[in-house]
């Protein structure tokens, strides 16, 4: 049977949807419309866009610049911190920041007094799954020929000729040592 879902119904969130929780083999996406507006809304609160627009373009009013000056800067932030998949084969950012409740990082935050962290609601805190990965001490380092690139903990890079066997082995030390340091499960 052909159903027309509106994406209102579909719980979209960054990396999230109900077609991966409740509706999780349940339905096979044939076809996706976007409606894309018009009207240049930049959102400059994410990582360090602003920080990137203002060094690029010595602007102190970022929220003047055009839509091809804010992908130009985003381009350039991401070449920084990414490998080039046509250099060094990878699966991009492969885990997700967890999502924990206000007690928890409360608790880990008087461990680890410079956790970066995200204010999500008053009830829970995002913490980088890239910053616990790399105090876990896998920025740079490999398990056979699958390694944790050396820029950005959270991407996993094939050395060359890493299986995907590999790459899973990898996946699954790195959950293991964060869940064993931070008590927290890295999907």
């Given at each position: 049977?052909?159903m027309?879902?509106?994406?209102?119904?579909?719980?979209?969130?960054?990396?999230q949807s109900?077609?991966?929780q409740?509706?999780k083999?349940?339905?096979?996406i044939?076809?996706v419309?976007?409606?894309l507006s018009?009207?240049f809304?930049?959102?400059?609160d994410?990582?360090?866009i602003?920080?990137?627009l203002?060094l690029?373009?010595g602007?102190?009013?970022v929220?003047?610049l055009?839509?091809?000056?804010?992908?130009?800067?985003?381009?350039g932030?991401r070449n920084?911190?990414?490998?080039d998949?046509?250099?060094?084969?990878?699966a991009?950012?492969?885990?997700m920041n967890p999502?924990?409740n206000r007690?928890?990082?409360?608790?880990l935050?008087?461990q680890?007094p410079v956790?970066?962290?995200?204010?999500v609601?008053k009830?829970?805190?995002?913490i980088p799954?890239?910053?616990?990965i790399?105090?876990?001490g896998?920025?740079?380092?490999a398990l056979?020929?699958a390694?944790?690139h050396?820029?950005q903990?959270l991407?996993?890079v094939n050395?060359?000729g890493?299986t995907?066997d590999e790459?899973?082995?990898l996946?699954?030390?790195?959950?293991?040592?964060?869940?064993?340091?931070?008590?927290?499960?890295?999907?």
């Amino acid at each position: 049977r052909v159903m027309t879902i509106p994406a209102e119904h579909c719980g979209y969130g960054y990396r999230q949807s109900k077609f991966k929780q409740e509706w999780k083999n349940r339905y096979l996406i044939t076809h996706v419309t976007y409606r894309l507006s018009t009207d240049f809304q930049p959102h400059l609160d994410y990582g360090n866009i602003r920080e990137a627009l203002r060094l690029a373009y010595g602007a102190d009013d970022v929220s003047v610049l055009t839509a091809q000056q804010l992908r130009d800067a985003i381009i350039g932030i991401r070449n920084a911190k990414l490998p080039d998949p046509k250099v060094m084969g990878n699966a991009g950012s492969f885990f997700m920041n967890p999502i924990v409740n206000r007690e928890k990082y409360e608790r880990l935050a008087a461990q680890y007094p410079v956790m970066p962290h995200y204010e999500v609601d008053k009830d829970h805190v995002k913490i980088p799954a890239g910053w616990m990965i790399d105090q876990c001490g896998w920025k740079g380092k490999a398990l056979g020929r699958a390694g944790v690139h050396d820029k950005q903990a959270l991407v996993l890079v094939n050395l060359g000729g890493a299986t995907g066997d590999e790459i899973v082995r990898l996946c699954q030390a790195i959950q293991k040592d964060v869940e064993a340091k931070f008590g927290i499960v890295i999907d």
